[in-house]
């Protein structure tokens, strides 16, 4: 059965307004093409859905069932149009993000206020995985966009560099090294380290860095990885306790260092800062609630830019 929608919305309006003519007026169209859109539909459904009666008409038993379920799919598609509608304009939708702990702890709380301040309407779903998973999400429409640390290691993903990040150092107060402002990676080896678990991103950055430190510097004794952690929170307790030292974000760390309850050093040159930045599917049309996070993340991470540039 071939029950056209032209045809079911000529139907409609005969039946709701009682008349051919005032369906024509109605829908802006002649009398005879109502009139033959209903004779069409009455030939697919097989049955008389109206009986003419002079200038009016009422409707057979098998019109009245089809007019039930016509208002029904009509309303649903006046409910899916209003529910687009609020889509197009921010209004409803959702929006699924991924990206580490750490960025969705002190990176990206500015960005997330000032979306929901600004689309209040709009769901956010945050799911906090390392950067190499959170690619793979991204790669399996698991998640909309990713915030990682890059670069990225996985092909199919279309990259946009967001903020340089900065790897800084810690230690307890007391700790010998508190006191300097820049210190040498290799005399981080000579202390109990403290560093995230294997798998996260910056964890096999360090495990390259402790590699070829200890080999141009001949570290001895052996490096110690005292203890391997799920969390930067846990990290930098356990540091300011005195167990050993790590390196983290210094955005990771400001709370702390401007209450005096950890110190830090700067341990890598400019040309090995890491940066941040946001993937998506390559070639793949970001939705509009997408779109609009993208922008707020630009405006909120990199700030305004001056003119000309």
């Known amino acids: 059965m071939n029950l056209d929608s032209e045809r079911l919305a000529a139907f409609r309006a005969v039946a709701r307004r ?15 093409a109502i009139s033959q859109a209903v004779r069409a ?75 929901r301040k600004r689309y209040p309407g709009v769901e956010l779903r945050l799911s906090n995985r390392p950067s190499a998973a959170t690619e793979a999400q991204v790669l399996a429409h698991e998640v909309d966009l990713g915030f990682v640390t890059l670069p990225a290691q996985r092909e199919g993903l279309d990259v946009e560099r967001m903020v340089t990040r900065e790897d800084v150092a810690i230690f307890a107060p007391d700790h010998p090294l508190a006191r300097r402002k820049r210190i040498r990676f290799h005399e981080l080896l000579r202390h109990p380290l403290l560093l995230l678990d294997r798998g996260a991103r910056t964890r096999a950055f360090l495990d390259e860095q402790i590699v070829r430190a200890a080999a141009v510097a001949s570290v001895r004794p052996p490096i110690r990885v005292a203890m391997e952690l799920a969390s930067i929170e846990v990290v930098k307790r356990l540091v300011a306790l005195g167990f050993g030292v790590s390196v983290v974000p210094r955005i990771a760390v400001a709370a702390e260092l401007a209450a005096g309850t950890l110190c830090a050093a700067g341990v890598f040159p400019r040309a090995q800062a890491r940066s941040l930045g946001v993937v998506t599917r390559r070639n793949a049309r970001l939705s509009l609630a997408g779109q609009a996070f993208l922008a707020i993340m630009r405006e909120v991470l990199r700030g305004p830019r001056e003119p000309g540039r």
Do not use: M
């Open 18 to 32: 009682g008349g051919f003519s005032r369906a024509a007026a109605a829908l802006h169209k002649t009398q005879p």
């Open 41 to 115: 539909l009455e030939e697919d459904v097989g049955e008389e859905l109206l009986v003419r009666l002079g200038r009016g008409v009422r409707l057979t038993a098998a019109g009245a069932i089809l007019l039930e379920h016509v208002e029904e799919s009509f309303a649903a598609l006046d409910r899916a149009r209003a529910r687009l509608a609020a889509r197009r304009d921010l209004e409803a939708g959702e929006l699924a993000l991924g990206t580490s702990d750490t960025n969705a702890c002190y990176v990206l709380p500015p960005v997330l206020e000032a979306f």
